[in-house]
């Protein structure tokens, strides 16, 4: 059985692409392009559009699913994770939001997640692994 969770959506990331978007259009309508502006921004909203819709997490089947939009997919085994701690990294990441988790696997891996309840996910997590050191959370 799969337990899904959909990440975190935090205004950090969201205010900054809404203004982004607005300007390109506010510039394409002053400069009177505003139909060229509309072929620049219709793809990059649905591209944005669809990264927000389609970033969950899955636990299951003794694996943890990452899903961020059309580019990011992966698998982890969780008997592989080792650590969890809380995180505000800016890096690039399958998460919405800067509230995320940090998790450690294998020899060197690392994925930042940010599940939307983040309670439910690391109990998830545990049941199939209660060996992870969970830090911070």
């Known amino acids: 059985m799969y337990k899904e969770f959909h990440s975190k959506i935090g205004f950090g990331l969201v205010i900054p692409l809404i203004v982004v978007l607005v300007g390109v259009l506010t510039l394409s309508i002053l400069e009177g392009l505003s139909w060229i502006g509309g072929l620049i921004l219709l793809p990059a909203i649905l591209f944005v559009l669809h990264m927000f819709l389609n970033t969950w997490y899955r636990v299951g089947d003794g694996k943890l699913e990452i899903k961020c939009g059309f580019f990011f997919h992966m ?45 439910s996910f690391l109990s998830a997590i545990l049941e199939l692994n209660p060996a992870i050191e969970i830090e911070a959370i």
Request: glycine share 4%.
């Open 75 to 119: 698998y982890i085994e969780i008997a592989s994770i080792k650590k969890i701690k809380t995180s505000s990294s800016p890096l690039s990441a399958p998460a919405l939001s800067f509230d995320r988790l940090d998790i450690s696997y294998g020899k060197f891996g690392r994925v930042l997640v940010s599940p939307k309840d983040k309670k």
